[in-house]
């Protein structure tokens, strides 16, 4: 079993920056990837940005492209997601999620991803 553990989310203002992290206790395969979902009230839980840990090929929900960037640290088995010139609108809980299999063209659907964190409540007031 692999346990994530997310941190680093809270209230701040529209405009402002935050940074999620989230640690693995391990990784199961070579094609790894861990990635970023979020799901606001009374909407589906949705893509927001992935990387993969062979080659650190990274991809972005349009939503979030540009003000968004997520990085690994290979040696904790880490991901971040630093958010800037948040608003309202990314206000949701986010969770974090690995793949042990990443392949391209599944990696921005929820069932691609075996193990998710607890979530982390991100609110931007307006």
């Known amino acids: 079993q692999v346990q994530l553990v997310e941190s680093g989310g809270g209230l701040v203002q529209a405009g402002d920056s935050l940074r999620l992290s989230c640690t693995a206790s391990r990784r199961t395969s070579n094609n790894w990837a861990m990635g970023w979902f979020r799901q606001a009230p009374g909407k589906e839980r949705e893509f927001v940005a992935t990387i993969r840990w062979n080659g650190g090929a990274t991809f972005y929900a349009d939503s979030v492209k540009g003000r968004f960037t997520i990085s690994k640290e290979s040696a904790n088995n880490a991901v971040y997601l630093q958010m800037n010139n948040l608003k309202s609108e990314d206000t949701a809980v986010y969770y974090c999620?690995?793949?042990?299999?990443?392949?391209?063209?599944?990696?921005?659907?929820?069932?691609?991803?075996?193990?998710w964190g607890q979530g982390t409540q991100v609110t931007v007031s307006s």
């Open positions: 999620a690995a793949a042990p299999a990443a392949i391209l063209s599944t990696l921005r659907r929820p069932d691609t991803y075996h193990y």
